[in-house]
């Protein structure tokens, strides 16, 4: 019993030691590609693959969320006779939380899952190996360039969530709930600041590093066989998806902080 | 073209061959794969490493150009160790091998020519793209494969695929070639087609060569020397007539392919399968 809990331990401990590594070895390809030149056009195409064939899932996400939030929060407001106080309550919801958590949610789905099957095949079938046998870094030919297109794409999807949110929420709200249009963008306006959206944003920075790093790691260290692709696919959305929860929690409690001790006083008002 | 990385061959270690292994023991968890080998592989020879599946013969070559690292010994390729070299300088090393996986191991994404260019767009700096095309078409020449340019592995058979890895793998003009089950899945007639062209290669190209594989006919064609591995210890070194003549019971096993007493013991005891061990048709659990 001891035996089996301390190997389990131990094989823990391990596991977080070789992320921990993955990370960093990542980190300083990066910064050092950042320099290279030849490196462009890898990270061109991970963007395209990634970015931009993600924009319509990524706006379908956020107009359903602003629709959603609409349709919920309607009757609780309305019942208060606060219901041209709901684009406030919408759009703060859709630039702060929800758009970039559900973004980024879709992102580990969709992204993270082809990241993780695509370079667990390579790695079964000794693709990564033959990588590093002709004196190439695998890190920077495959894991570096899916990074940066994440990391620098997902603030931009998170945007694109944010606008359909709020389009969304301002379609069920005004023409369907029939609030008034200018009452709606007013309340909107004076309650939903840039440093909300700017949140929101910088957030999609950590949360694409996030998915990216994980799938990379998750297919880099899958086992053999289709199983163990699948596996690695299923452990790398899992570990994403939570590490967005956290993530999205910790940056809320630093940024309160922040706000907070730069902005005392705004919260009273 | 210019080198973006220059070669460094400066001697630290001995020996007397071009990959020399001092004492090397790999271990997997508990699992002993290679015990306490020493071993060097000789400069323009085509050396031949036999042995029965899983023996370790694969997780030998990989300790030649530093894919794995030995649980203890040392690792030496041109006199320097580099067993312990970090992976930015072993990357340098690997650019003296051409090494042929057993299945390809060609990147999907990448055509024919994606595939060929790909070491020496990591390794050159281009200036001369129809340079670049001549060298593509030059390798697959030399593999029998010129106008596959355009197609991407998917599309290629078993065969075509590794002459396709060959041609990449001999895109740096590589000092040392490593098989790795080069024959492995494929005819007769297409075996021995990559036989020849092993052999097309050593001449032409004069580069050392190793080859792993159980096809011992394929061993007797294109070996100078043939090593027998065997529960992690080489129990037989030499050319082809010493291994056909070779007293170890287990070599004469394996280069005849019979199956040792042992293992028909193995086989007997569990009982012989008779009629009622199958299930019937109509069986319904």
């Known amino acids: 019993m001891i035996a089996i809990l301390g190997a389990k331990t131990i094989g823990g401990v391990s596991n977080v030691g070789r992320f921990a590594r993955f990370v960093w070895q990542t980190m300083i390809t990066s910064a050092r590609c950042c320099a290279r030149t030849g490196t462009y056009p890898l990270i061109w195409t991970q963007m395209n693959i990634i970015g931009v064939r993600s924009v319509p899932v990524i706006m379908i996400t956020g107009a359903f969320v602003g629709m959603t939030l609409a349709i919920q929060a309607y009757d609780q407001l309305a019942g208060m006779g606060l219901e041209e106080h709901l684009g406030v309550l919408i759009n703060i919801s859709v630039v702060k939380e929800l758009g970039p958590v559900l973004a980024a949610v879709m992102l580990a789905g969709r992204i993270g899952g082809a990241l993780t099957a695509e370079l667990g095949t390579m790695n079964v079938t000794e693709q990564i190996d033959a990588v590093r046998s002709m004196g190439t ?42 609030i008034n249009s200018r009452a709606y963008w007013n309340f909107s306006a004076s309650g939903v600041e840039l440093w909300d959206v ?36 299923t452990e790398a959305f899992v570990a994403s998806f939570i590490s967005i929860l956290a993530l999205n929690f910790a940056l809320g409690v630093i940024t309160k902080a922040i706000y907070n001790t730069f902005w005392p006083l705004r919260g009273l008002v | 073209m210019k080198k973006d990385n220059e070669k460094n061959d400066t001697p630290v270690g001995d020996g007397d061959g071009i990959i020399v292994l001092k004492n090397l023991t790999k271990k997997f968890g508990d699992n002993i794969v290679l015990d306490n080998i020493s071993l060097a592989i000789e400069k323009g020879k085509t050396t031949v490493v036999i ?227 199958f299930l019937p048709r109509d069986f319904k659990g």
């Open chain 1, 137 to 178: 870094d695998p890190i920077r030919y495959l894991v570096v360039p899916r990074v940066l297109a994440c990391l620098l794409l997902t603030p931009a999807l998170i945007i694109y969530a944010d606008l359909l949110g709020i389009l969304g929420g301002y379609f069920i709200s005004v023409i369907q709930l029939g």
């Open chain 1, 198 to 233: 700017s949140i929101g944003v910088i957030k999609g920075f950590f949360f694409g590093a996030a998915i990216a790093v994980i799938s990379c790691y998750k297919g880099f260290t899958c086992k053999e066989g289709a199983h163990g692709v699948g596996q690695a696919c």
């Open chain 2, 51 to 277: 042995g029965p599946s899983g023996c370790g013969k694969t997780v030998l070559i990989k300790h030649f150009i530093g894919l794995l690292r030995p649980s203890s010994g040392e690792v030496y390729f041109k006199k320097r160790r580099i067993d312990n070299l970090p992976e930015n300088e072993l990357n340098k090393i690997r650019t003296y091998y051409g090494f042929l996986f057993q299945a390809g191991a060609l990147f999907d994404s990448l055509s024919v020519a994606g595939n060929i260019m790909f070491p020496i767009r990591q390794h050159y700096k281009i200036t001369d793209w129809t340079e670049v095309e001549e060298i593509v078409k030059a390798k697959l020449a030399m593999v029998g494969l010129d106008g596959y340019q355009h197609f991407y592995p998917a599309s290629l058979s078993g065969g075509q695929k590794k002459r396709v890895a060959l041609a990449r793998a001999i895109a740096l003009n590589p000092e040392v070639i490593l098989y790795d089950e080069p024959t492995t899945g494929l005819d007769p007639i297409r075996a021995d087609i990559i036989n020849e062209l092993i052999l097309k290669l050593q001449r032409e190209l004069g580069e050392t060569t190793v080859v792993v594989t159980h096809d011992m006919t394929s061993a007797y064609k294109i070996a100078d020397r043939i090593i027998m591995l065997h529960n992690g210890k080489i129990i037989a070194d030499g050319d082809a007539d010493h291994i056909r003549n070779h007293p170890h019971p287990t070599v004469q096993q394996f280069i005849n392919g019979q199956v040792s007493e042992d293992d028909l013991a193995v086989l007997r005891a569990r009982g012989t399968i008779t009629q009622a061990q």
